[in-house]
T-cell receptor
Framework: AQTVTQSQPEMSVQEAETVTLSCTYD???????LFWYKQPPSRQMILVIR??????QNATENRFSVNFQKAAKSFSLKISDSQLGDAAMYFC?????????????FGSGTKLNVKP | SAVISQKPSRDICQRGTSLTIQCQVD?????MFWYRQQPGQSLTLIAT?????????ESGFVIDKFPISRPNLTFSTLTVSNMSPEDSSIYLC?????????FGQGTRLTVV
């Protein structure tokens, strides 16, 4: 079974500053997807960013970027210019590449607090 | 992207009763998933619901306790049967679209 590990249960960042959330995973596959999802208090899970393992270039989405280290099986999320609305639970997730195997594996989550 | 409407958003139920949670997707999807999430915790997959076949349950979850229906490619229900306080949790439905997962708003269930 695949495992996804988030070692930081909770983190805090000052508004406008940068924070990095860590994620490691275990897999024997060479092709897969990685995701970061955000879950605010409203409970609605929202995709923040995704990365295909075959792509060497790190994904970016506005203030969100990842540091994908395939050999180290590491997938960290960097949030720049943090905003109050970034406060949420963040889940790292893994999915197989195979189209007939769509199960997602989620980490335990990191609660991000943003201080004004 | 897909939009998933899930209802009810919350409910308080008596032990021994059953609750059915509904999820409606605004587009056709092959697979839907049902998760359970304790507040502040990660998501635990209950089962995968495929249209036209029986749901596939994860270890620790059984059909008699969590029957699932998937009558078409846009709709699914999860029933929590014979509820006990231990079933109090958040239940989420999810679907895959364009390679990523989309989620309903969740149902917060409290069993008293």
């Amino acid at each position: 079974a695949q495992t996804v590990t988030q070692s930081q249960p909770e983190m805090s960042v000052q508004e406008a500053e940068t924070v990095t959330l860590s994620c490691t995973y275990d897999t024997s596959e060479s092709d897969y997807y990685l995701f970061w999802y955000k879950q605010p208090p409203s409970r609605q899970m929202i995709l923040v960013i995704r990365q295909e393992a075959y792509k060497q270039q790190n994904a970016t989405e506005n203030r969100f970027s990842v540091n994908f280290q395939k050999a180290a099986k590491s997938f960290s999320l960097k949030i720049s210019d943090s905003q109050l609305g970034d406060a949420a639970m963040y889940f790292c997730a893994y999915r197989y590449w195979r189209t007939n195997f769509n199960k997602f594996y989620f980490g335990s989550g990191t609660k991000l607090n943003v201080k004004p | 992207s897909a939009v998933i409407s899930q209802k009810p958003s919350r409910d308080i139920c008596q032990r021994g009763t059953s609750l059915t949670i509904q999820c409606q997707v605004d587009s056709q999807v092959t697979m839907m998933f049902w998760y359970r999430q304790q507040p502040g915790q990660s998501l635990t997959l209950i089962a995968t619901a495929n249209q036209g076949s029986e749901a596939t349950y994860e270890s620790g979850f059984v059909i008699d306790k969590f029957p699932i229906s998937r009558p078409n490619l846009t709709f699914s229900t999860l029933t929590v049967s014979n509820m006990s306080p231990e079933d109090s949790s958040i239940y989420l439905c999810s679907a895959i679209g364009q390679g990523e997962a989309f989620f309903g708003q969740g149902t917060r269930l409290t069993v008293v």
